[in-house]
Each structure stands twice: as C-alpha cells, then as structure tokens.
C-alpha cells in the first residue's frame, strides 16, 4: 500500500512560531499559562500540558498576578493587555505577525468609515479567537458575517470597508465581495481588503490536486479547528473518501479495504508528527490485513 504523508501540510509560520515561543518560555521552568488553547489541536495541547503549559480563560485572570500568561497566535484586543498590566501579569505575546497587521488594518478601516458614515464587514467565524480580537481593536461595532445568509445584515446604502478573517477561503472572500458590489446603492463605495493569508489560503489549491491521486485520503486536525473544517472540505469535494480524523486511533480499518493508496495531509494546526504517527498506523493496519 501506497501512504504518502503531504508535505505541504502542518503548523503554520504563525504557529510554529507560538509553539517555540511556548516551548522556549517552558524551557525556563515553571507554569506558563495560555489564553485559550495555543493552538486548536488536542493532542498537541496535551503535550505541552506535559512540558508545563496550562490552559486558562479571560474569567481566570485575576488569579493570575505575577504569573505569565501566554497569548497565541489568534492575538487578542487591546483590552486584554490593558488588563494584564493592572493585574501585574507577565504576558508573552506571541500573536501571528500576519494577525498583527490585520489588527491594524481593521483600525485603519474603522477610522476611514467614521469618517464617511461607513461600516467595517469582517468574512470570519463568529467567537473565533482571532475574530474577537479583531473587533475588538475598536469600540465601534464590526459586522461579522458567514455565509451570504448574513449580508441581509449589512446597509448597502453606506460605504463598506470588506475585510478576512486570515484563514478564510479566498473564493468565499470574493463571492461575498461581487454580491456585495451588486447589491450597493454605489458599487464604488465598497472597498474589498483581501486579507487573507497566503500561505493558508495557496494550502486549498494543493490539497485539491493531492487529495485526487489518492483511493482514500485521511485529514488530520482538531475538532476545533476553523481552518481544519474548510480544508477538509476542500479534500472532501476532491476525493469522497476523504475521512476526518484527530489521532490515529480513530482510523477506521475498513476505510482501507481495497485500496491501493492514501494520502495524508491535515490543517495549519496540524503537527507533522501527529500525521507521522497516522502514517504509521496506516502502515500497521495495512500489514496485519487489509490488502487492497
């Protein structure tokens, strides 16, 4: 049986960066704490709980004093260091540079429609960790939408300044865009911000061709993860025998019967050792029995 592991696949720049950020700071020794899970894979999670990281929430803050307390690469809103620093907390940032400068740009943007009566539209998933720090970069409200389902929500009579979400699908991005331009009043006054990050959004083009040479692809990553779920999705319409797991002992035995080939491949959240041990247990599996 042929398995073949995607190399284009795995953690991020602005993952890998938090990751040995986290590493580094746990290295020194003592708790470090995470606002949030540092990144939306559970297995990687649990083995930086072994090194010394633990998990928190905003409500957790106050307890925190004196302690250090790790912001992933999602970033955060303002409101959160401002927080920290009176409660005399240490933080390590380790927000995504490419997030950072999305921050300022939603800023820049918010500034630019007060100025003409306008309002800033974010194309992300609502109460996802970046998407909250985002609009909360500003008091004004943002209008956060989904699906062409939320453009209801938007007055096309007013500019629109149109940004991302950094892990949103490029083709959304711009099907809402062109919808928006037809539906505005004054198709001049909508400003689409591409925002989205390349090296996430150039992974849905490769995976389409990856997931088509394979009998049976199998996609590793997070239940949580957001950018996970759009590209599985890109697999799924590629190759229907696309199957979604989060470790290796969830591989179905008979996903594997008959076949001659799998791929694969997972999620910017996704540690290439994790997709190292599925390739394995495919492997196992494939020499105690099933054959194609």
Not at 3 to 27: H, N, P, T, W, Y
Not at 58 to 78: K, S, T, V, Y
Not at 131 to 150: F, H, K, M, S, W
Request: aromatic residues 6%.
């Amino acid at each position: 049986m042929q398995i073949e592991i995607d190399d284009k696949s795995g953690f991020c720049f602005g993952v890998v960066r938090a990751i040995s950020e986290a590493e580094r700071a746990l290295a020194e020794g003592g708790t470090v704490y995470s606002l949030g899970d540092i990144v939306h894979n559970r297995i990687e999670v649990q083995r930086l709980e072994g090194l010394g990281l633990r998990t928190v929430g905003h409500a957790d803050m106050p307890r925190l004093g004196g302690c250090r307390l790790f912001i992933r690469a999602h970033g955060e809103p303002p409101t959160t260091y401002a927080t920290a620093c009176e409660l005399g907390i240490e933080v390590i940032d380790a927000t995504c540079p490419v997030v950072a400068r999305l921050q300022r740009r939603v800023k820049q943007a918010h500034a630019g429609m007060r100025a003409v009566g306008g309002q800033v539209v974010i194309l992300g998933k609502r109460g996802h960790a970046e998407v909250v720090g985002l609009t909360g970069q500003v008091a004004d409200p943002t209008i956060v939408i989904e699906t062409a389902a939320d453009l209801d929500r938007i007055d096309f009579t007013r500019p629109i300044h149109f940004l991302s979400q950094t892990t949103q699908s490029i083709a959304l991005f711009e099907q809402l865009g062109k919808e928006m331009k037809r539906r505005a009043t004054d198709p001049a006054q909508v400003r689409l911000d591409d925002t989205i990050c390349r090296q996430v959004s150039g992974r849905e083009e490769h995976l389409d061709r990856f997931a088509r040479r394979f009998d049976v692809v199998i996609f590793v990553c997070g239940r949580k993860s957001s950018n996970g779920k759009v590209l599985f999705e890109v697999c799924r319409r590629a190759n229907s025998r696309t199957y979604n797991i989060e470790e290796a002992a969830e591989i179905d035995p008979a996903w594997l019967e008959g076949i001659a080939s799998v791929g694969i491949c997972g999620a910017t959240s996704t540690p290439k050792w994790l997709m190292q041990q599925v390739a394995e247990a495919v492997g196992e599996l494939a020499k105690a029995g099933v054959r194609p």
